[in-house]
């Protein structure tokens, strides 16, 4: 059986929390003794050092792929399903993402759109009533789009997009105005001088 450094580590946690000494009768190992300490210490680097190493390599390959589109895991946006650690059309609910985008183009509001879709009923996966925060989560997801995004960095996605280009261009040129519009608003606002 392997016996890591961070296993060991474990170990001697337990045992002082019992206020127990751990003493190695095959090496000099005695954690009662300055020499045994300063072994655990060196040990304790290294599992330390092992964590870490572990922790950029998952890193590392979570990076790499979803620098090849892969789908890693974690919250499976609305319009898809995991299959096979893949994201697979779910037609149904890819037909109200769908149309969530284009009724935002008709109306150019989340906050109207997301009245009207609560009042139709129109709920999220989870039995919610649409919300702005859901809408703006949805309207900024490029998984739609097929793209993969780690850390704010798009690749080309393995999935299939739901909405074309085109749709995705034009609500963001209305999201774009729009925060546009909130930000010299806000700045105005800011250079104001203050009444005494």
Known sequence: MLFRSTDFARIVEIFEKADVSFVSVTQS??????????????????AQFEREVTGERIRDKIAASKARGMWMGGFVPLGYEARDRKLVIN?????????????FVEVGSATALARTLAAEGVKTRRGRLVD?????KLLNNRVYIGDAVHK??????????IITRALWDRVHAILDRKSTRL??????????????
């Open 152 to 161: 704010g960095t798009a690749y080309p996605g393995e999935h299939e997009a």
């Open 183 to 196: 930000n010299s608003s806000h700045s105005s606002v800011s250079r104001m001088p203050s009444s005494a």
């Open 29 to 46: 190992f005695n954690t009662t003794n300055s020499m045994g300490r300063l072994m655990l210490n060196v040990l304790l680097s290294f």
């Open 132 to 136: 702005k925060g859901f809408l703006y």
């Open 91 to 103: 037609e149904p609910e890819a037909a109200t993402v769908r149309m969530i985008f284009e009724r």
